[in-house]
């Protein structure tokens, strides 16, 4: 099945400062999200993004799907972007998504 | 009141014990699943269902049953709990077009933490 990881697992940033998050895949995918988990556990939808580029605040994604991977970045960080952050794919059947392990982003105040 | 409703939030329970895990959804969706989270291994697809007649077995369905009771209801069952089944557990729901872009795009519970000890 496809294969989904994620690089760094572990992010210490200062409050302010800007960062990127990889997410690389093993095969084609038509759906690709990415995820924020709160410190208390919730997981809130941030991007669909199967290819191209968005952005919501300081917040933006982009995937090329042709060599199989998406970025999220995260500009001007603030303690409430600290949290684990997940990408999913959708397998090529549309049966099942596959999640990352995940990366663990720490800001500090 | 949330989209996906989770019961109970959390619950510890003895080793060989019964428990049920619920989800309900408001949003209308077709599509339900249960993922479980632990440490280090992001998540985990446990079972998933597109419709009511419809149960498919995810990656580690083993020790797990689930019931689509109604389009709107999907809960999980451990028949007998064991203490490895100590996790987070995920009810989520999508359907494509459900969303404003036409994708399927997922929406999860708040999530149950379970203790099995």
């Known amino acids: 099945g496809i294969q989904v990881e994620q690089s760094p697992p572990d992010l210490i940033l200062q409050e302010g400062a800007n960062s990127t998050l990889r997410c690389n895949f093993s095969d084609s995918v038509n759906n690709l999200q990415w995820f924020h988990q709160n410190p208390w556990g919730q997981l809130i939808n941030l991007f669909y993004?199967?290819?191209g580029t968005k952005q919501n605040g300081r917040l933006s994604a982009t995937t090329v799907a042709t060599e199989r991977y998406s970025l999220l970045y995260i500009s001007s960080s603030q303690t409430t972007d600290s949290g684990v952050y997940f990408c999913a794919v959708e397998d090529n059947y549309g049966q099942n998504f596959v999640f990352g392990p995940g990366t663990r982003l720490s800001v500090l105040p | 009141d949330a989209d996906v409703t989770q019961t109970p939030r959390n619950r510890i329970t003895k080793t060989g014990k019964r428990i049920m895990l619920e989800c309900s959804q408001t949003k209308g969706h077709d599509r339900m699943y249960w993922y479980r989270q632990d440490p280090g291994l992001g998540l985990r697809l446990i079972y998933y269902?597109?419709?009511?007649?419809?149960?498919n077995k995810g990656e580690i369905s083993d020790g797990y049953s689930v019931s689509r009771q109604a389009q709107a209801k999907f809960s999980l069952s451990l028949e007998s709990a064991i203490p490895n089944q100590t996790a987070l557990y995920f009810c989520?729901?999508?359907?494509?077009?459900?969303?404003?872009?036409?994708?399927?795009?997922?929406?999860f519970g708040a999530g149950s933490r379970l203790t099995v000890l």
């Open positions: 989520a729901t999508s359907t494509p077009g459900g969303s404003l872009s036409g994708a399927n795009v997922l929406t």
């Open positions: 993004i199967p290819s």
């Open positions: 269902s597109f419709d009511v007649k419809d149960i």
